[in-house]
């Protein structure tokens, strides 16, 4: 696994697509290379090259219409590109059914948190656990006493676990998302794709799930997708800004303010 490098150093691409260096696995968990999305003719992605490190938290930001999630649709196997390569765990996974990607271990959180409202806090994480997936299993399947412990680990740590028994309708927008999350985590995914995590949360919630996403990336890969500066500030990462589907820039927050056509295309909007 590679060791940790500062959000400003710059990475040399090249020399690093797997096509070029076999030992690119060792470094990075996810590689995108000449990676195009088209739609009726409008191409709403153009990557060259993307890496994602082992064990890396990295913050992705544009504008709307940028190709953030067009990017993640890819990555998931939603959608397939038109061109290109997507590697994760040292194999391709380009054109594999997105069942077949989740199972290999990429999760996703949507924008809208996906939780089940009739279902309570703790029902809902159960069924996030490996192997719950068969409808026979969710009605017959005990959970186990280490199962069990490590749910109320999960609901501790987003402060749910008083909410246990509650069913998920009656949460709070916040308490939806750390759910969500929180049932990402407990399927036990290598890459976690977060969209926009602190959307319609208060400060205090965002100050909790932006403590969380940095406590993560101690077990996981995370991208997270992001509109807040503050909380992508919060998260202290490398960041990736796209604009018309192509990478404008990469770097630390500050470097990347400074750049003057993210500040003409993106920054200077708002």
């Known amino acids: 696994m590679s060791q940790p490098i500062h959000a400003d150093t710059e ?34 992605l153009d990557i060259k090259d993307l890496g994602i490190m082992h064990g890396e938290l990295r913050v992705v930001i544009g504008p709307n219409g940028a190709g953030k999630s067009t990017m993640c649709d890819v990555i998931s196997g939603k959608t397939k590109p038109a061109s290109g390569q997507v ?4 194999g391709e996974i380009t054109h594999l059914p997105e ?7 990429i ?12 279902l309570t806090v703790f029902e809902n994480m ?6 719950n997936k068969a409808w026979f299993r969710q009605l017959f399947a005990k959970t186990s006493r280490v199962e069990r412990e490590e749910i109320c680990e999960l609901l501790e740590r987003v402060r749910l676990l008083d909410d246990m028994n509650t069913e ?18 407990l399927s036990r995914p290598k ?45 202290d990462a490398r960041v990736t800004v796209l604009c018309e589907g192509k990478t404008m820039a990469e770097g630390s927050l500050d470097k990347v303010k400074k750049n003057q056509e993210v500040i003409e295309a993106y ?3 708002s």
């Not at 159960?126 to 192997?131: F, R, T, W």
């Not at 100050?207 to 992001?226: F, P, R, W």
Request: hydrophobic share 40%.
């Open 99 to 105: 069942e077949e990607i989740a199972h290999r271990g």
């Open 87 to 90: 590697f994760f765990d040292a």
């Open 11 to 44: 990475i040399d691409y090249g020399s690093d697509y797997p096509g070029h260096n076999q030992f690119w696995k060792e470094k990075y968990l996810l590689f995108l290379h000449q990676i195009t999305a088209v739609f009726d003719g409008f191409t709403a």
């Open 267 to 269: 920054l200077g909007r």
């Open 191 to 235: 890459l976690l794709l977060v969209d926009e995590p602190a959307a319609g949360l208060t400060d205090s919630e965002t100050e909790l799930t932006g403590e969380l996403l940095i406590e993560l990336k101690k077990n996981h890969t995370l991208l997270v997708i992001e509109h807040d500066m503050d909380f992508v500030r919060q998260l």
């Open 107 to 118: 999760g996703r959180k949507f924008q809208t948190p996906t939780v089940y409202d009739s």
């Open 126 to 131: 159960e069924l996030a656990l490996p192997g």
């Open 168 to 185: 998920a309708r009656y949460l709070s927008h916040g308490q939806r998302q750390w759910l969500a999350i929180s049932a990402l985590i």
